[in-house]
């Protein structure tokens, strides 16, 4: 069973930069995507940011420019590099991870709280 534990979460004041981590269990080449979603209260659970296997990334509209999504192989970790932090980014950070067994297998960490204060 894939394992991906989240940190880097916290309380920051609107505009600065915060680092969240997602270490997986296992080599993360296995992988065919990476990313982090978010579910702020009262709201349904929104992608973020993804990386694939050969480092294409994808963004969602509202944190475009700010956000950069990376991987460290190496170290079986996913980054998300967040700037200019606003207060609607306010919500759970989730990783979450895609590979390929019998059918498309789908794992998910705890989340890590990020509050933004204005």
């Known amino acids: 069973q894939v394992q991906l534990v989240e940190s880097g979460g916290g309380l920051v004041q609107a505009g600065e930069s915060l680092r969240l981590s997602c270490v997986a269990s296992?080599?993360?080449?296995?992988?065919?995507?990476m990313g982090w979603y978010r579910q702020a209260p009262g709201k349904q659970r929104e992608l973020v940011a993804r990386?694939?296997?050969?480092?294409?990334?994808n963004y969602a509209d509202s944190v475009k420019e700010r956000f950069t999504v990376s991987r460290d192989n190496a170290k079986n970790t996913v980054y998300l590099q967040m700037n200019s932090r606003k207060p609607e980014d306010t919500a759970v950070y989730y990783c979450?991870?895609?590979?390929?067994?019998?059918?498309?297998?789908?794992?998910w960490g705890k989340g890590t709280l990020v509050t933004v204060s204005s």
């Open positions: 979450n991870s895609k590979k390929w067994g019998l059918e498309l297998m789908d794992y």
């Open positions: 296992e080599n993360i080449f296995r992988f065919i995507v």
């Open positions: 990386i694939s296997s050969d480092g294409a990334t």
